[in-house]
């Protein structure tokens, strides 16, 4: 669904994203972990469209989308939920969504309230529709995050640590929807807590400064020594 092939960026003469390759297919969540500072939202950014790349290839399904504009992205199908959640805090949870259904996926008239209100109910924020967004606590925002980026109508949604800050029972909730939106769209999901991906994603990625070391399944990446040393601290001499 989503092909990136040879992506690079640099900031100044710091590259931040170094020939970074990978796939993402329908019903599969790809995990993305790497130490703060990895390049792992600056990827985010260039895959919708927010800063150009500098070399790279960007594919949606069958469309080149390495050019595209973000809203165009977003009409073709990405959709992203923000490592800080960005909502229009004055809009209800209800028209926060509503915009999207109406600018991203372009429906109009009832039919986006009917989709609103399935999106809302997917996250569990049916009850609170009418809230306004700036008043929401951060699990009812990241919620509304996801809806958001379901509500362009995705077949591919990027989401950025949306279970931080989160209690356990809270990030187990995260969890269940985001099986919930694997079902029929490719999920990319960068994540620090590390049980939170092991319970949903099919393979991880592993960036440090930009470059990509690993791209495999979850158990076997998580357990290499590689991301021991490297993503954890851990030096594999110190843990023996
Ligand atoms: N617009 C920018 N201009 C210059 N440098 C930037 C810019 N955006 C990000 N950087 C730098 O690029 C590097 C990667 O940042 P990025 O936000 O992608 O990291 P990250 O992997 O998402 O980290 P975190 O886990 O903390 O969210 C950092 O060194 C950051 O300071
Ligand atoms: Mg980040």
Known sequence: MLHATGVCKKFGVKPVVDKVDFSVARGECLGVIGPNGAGKTTLFNILDGTISMDAGTVRLGDADISHLAQHQRARLGLGRAYQVPRTFSALSVFENVLAGVFHGARISGAAAEIEARRILEIVGLADRRNAPAGALPLLDRKRLEL????????????????????????????????????????????????????????????????????DGDPATVMGSKLVQEIYLGISVDDAA
């Open 147 to 214: 809806a958001k980026a379901m509500s362009v109508g995705s077949k591919v949604v990027l989401l950025d640590e949306i279970a931080g800050g989160l209690t356990e029972e809270e990030v187990t909730l995260i969890v269940e929807i985001v099986r919930t939106l694997k079902q029929d769209r490719a999920v990319i999901w960068i994540e620090h807590i590390a049980h939170a991906l092991m319970a949903v994603a099919d393979r991880l990625l592993v960036l440090n400064f930009g470059s990509k070391l690993a």
